[in-house]
């Protein structure tokens, strides 16, 4: 009787390991981030983006960007070229972002901003959101990220930040 349960314990332990180890598989592929990219040869970028956060993408309707969502629409990402017809600087189109994002959000508050001659980027808050916002100017036109996330998401905020990335001038 003996020699049979060893058998049966022996002839059992490749599928209790190999039952564990499936288990085990799905739960590290979920947890790993999928990157999607989108590219816009009018205005010459590439988005890469994290789609698990940001699963609903809309194309713009003039072809200069897109949208981007999370499952709640609390959270979007709004990335576009825009031709430089006024000749701005970027310390005038900071002042007009800020100004136009403020607009009705009432006590904004500018946590933090970097101005060059080619970029700027800025981060603000108001009483139900924070944003950042990057732009960077090139030739005759610039590109913009603006990432809007409920207040109470400082860790989203920083996961978006991180994770999305912008690659500029890509024949040029």
Known sequence: MRPLISLIIICT??????????DKVPIVE?????????????FNFCINYPSDLLPTSLSSANDDGIILKNTTNKAVVI?????????WYPSDLFQTTVERIGEGAGNAEIIDTKIGDDFYETFFIDDRY??????????????????????DE????KQLRE??????????
């Open 13 to 22: 332990l490749p599928f209790l390991f190999l039952s564990v180890h499936e």
């Open 30 to 42: 979920a947890g790993m981030i999928q990157d999607t990219s989108y590219c816009n040869t009018r």
């Open 79 to 87: 990335v576009n070229g825009s031709y430089n017809i006024t000749g």
């Open 130 to 151: 924070q944003y950042f916002n990057r732009s960077f100017f090139i030739d005759d036109y610039y590109i913009s990220l603006l990432i809007k996330v409920p207040v």
């Open 154 to 157: 400082v860790y989203l905020m």
């Open 163 to 172: 994770e999305i990335q912008i690659d500029y001038q890509l024949t040029g």
